[in-house]
């Protein structure tokens, strides 16, 4: 073999194998773990689940905690009005109810307005905003007037004198709304402009099923319930037992943009806020509700419950308060949250609310202790 050319054929062949081997240990065994393989890895990103925050209620169960008592040195408060930092209500003895005076709630301080005069038997219901003061001067049985004091000018001033019941009266910015029964089975609604001591009539009942209930007024707009079609009737008043309430904005030619909605239920006692009308079903017996109307579009939604066995009840600013089981309430239209706002060791009944101020009688003792102790709260 060593005569022949096979050994040297051999060693080249097995030098070219080695190279070869070579080659092919650097392509893929050296190349890969320091480029890598070219390959792209899929990437498993695990997110975890997350819920959507709740928000929180503007009600609480229970907001008694933020109540306080007016400190208001008088035998008797009668019909306390809240707007801001002012309570007006009329005061006296229990046969003279001849004073309306004004509480501030910051300074602890009481007003007589002196230059308000009582022409007949007590004065009742007053309500007060930074310019004007409306009440009733009431007769003994029936009859009295709606009057108005100027504060500015220390002005008082009859605006209607009524010779039946006791008109509803309800004030907002420069203006006051009733309902007054003129005659045996006519009701006349009156808007009156303070500043000029004026009033339009905006409509009449004649013999109407909904003559009882009271109309409302708004910082924007006012408020009532009518018979059925009763705006198509020019002499009387539609022969319907069908509520419609009708809203009219506020404004020059509101009665042009006037909403007329039917919701399917009696209406008594309508009250607007914003967007928002409540109302009860009934003339407020223990089965009657406190219903909520929403706008919607050019009308309103259908009525949903608020609140069963109510007594009585106001509207604030984004709120309504009421009355139910002896306690004061709150229902926020915004949530739908509600709360309560007397202590559940004490009884109340509502008295008045406006903006965001809420003021009731508390009768943990006797109801007719009412005159004697009123509570306050600042609701959010």
Known sequence: MRASNILPILKIAGLFVAAAGLVLLIIFVFVPLVFGDGKTEEVVVEVSATSTPTATPIARADMSGDVKELQIDYDSVNDPYVCGNEVVFSTGSDDNIDTIAVYNIETEETTKIDKITMSYFYLFEPSINENFIVYLDCKDEYGGAVCGYDRNTGEMFVMREYKFGKPKVTLAGDYALWMQQTSLGTDRLYLYYLPTQESVEIEVFVNTYFSVSAAYLSDDAFIYVQPYQESLVLDGSADSDVAEICVIPLEEDGDDN??????????????????????????????????????????YSAPEVIAEGVLNYDVGDGYVAYTKDDAVYIYYFADGSSGRLSSETTRARLANANGKDVVWYDITGNIDDTTTIIMHIQVP
Do not use: Q
């Open 258 to 299: 006037r909403i007329l909605f039917c919701p399917g239920t009696f209406v008594y006692n309508p009250m607007i806020d914003g967007d928002y009308i409540v109302y009860m079903d009934s003339t407020g017996d223990e089965s009657s509700a406190l219903m909520l109307c929403t706008k919607s579009g050019d009308t």
